[in-house]
């Protein structure tokens, strides 16, 4: 059974930050695209960030310079680093796999192939 799982939500100060975990199992992890979406309420599911490997990653125009993705094979995991949070930040967040994916960059919701079910961050103000 593939699973991902995501951790370390949870209520944050406005500026603050939090490390998003995701961790894989039943699948080949090196062989897959990791992707975090977010849907804050009332909106759309937006594309974040995603990572084949260090060299062929992606961060959204929204949360760069602010966000940071990367992967540790060797655990199954890819993390999120959300820095100098703001409340539009409020979401919960999502993991997902793609197979077929060769540049992060295109990442796409209608090809993941592997959803975890998020993990709330909310931001005060």
């Known amino acids: 059974e593939a699973q991902l799982v995501e951790s370390g939500g949870g209520l944050v100060q406005a500026g603050g930050s939090v490390r998003l975990t995701c961790e894989a199992s039943?699948?080949?992890?090196?062989?897959?695209?990791i992707a975090w979406y977010r849907q804050a309420p009332g909106k759309e599911r937006e594309a974040i960030a995603c990572i084949i490997r260090p060299d062929n990653s992606y961060v959204a125009d929204s949360v760069k310079g602010r966000f940071t993705i990367s992967r540790d094979n060797r655990k199954n995991t890819v993390d999120l680093q959300m820095n100098s949070l703001k409340p539009e930040d409020t979401a919960v967040y999502y993991c997902?796999?793609?197979?077929?994916?060769?540049?992060?960059?295109?990442?796409?919701?209608?090809?993941?192939?592997?959803w975890g079910k998020g993990t709330l961050v909310t931001v005060s103000s």
């Open positions: 997902a796999a793609d197979s077929g994916l060769i540049y992060a960059e295109n990442m796409m919701e209608e090809t993941m192939d592997f």
């Open positions: 039943g699948f080949r992890f090196d062989d897959y695209a």
